[in-house]
């Protein structure tokens, strides 16, 4: 992924759209959605794969 690149995103709390450069996009990174706030998992970077993070998950 180019990291000069904004990349869309949906969060997965909010369904808001929101963007993000593709250096931000790191595997195992907990990003903030920029709407509601909500912690955002990066499960995968090519194809992004996001979840909502939880204390449960474990790295």
Do not use: Y
Request: with cysteine; charged share 35%.
């Amino acid at each position: 992924m180019d990291n000069q690149t904004l990349v869309s995103l949906f969060c997965p709390d909010c369904r808001g759209r929101f963007e993000l450069e593709g250096a931000d996009i790191i595997e195992d990174e907990v990003l903030e959605c920029a709407l509601c706030g909500a912690e955002i998992l990066i499960l995968q970077e090519d194809p992004i794969k996001i979840k909502l993070f939880t204390e449960d998950d474990d790295f």
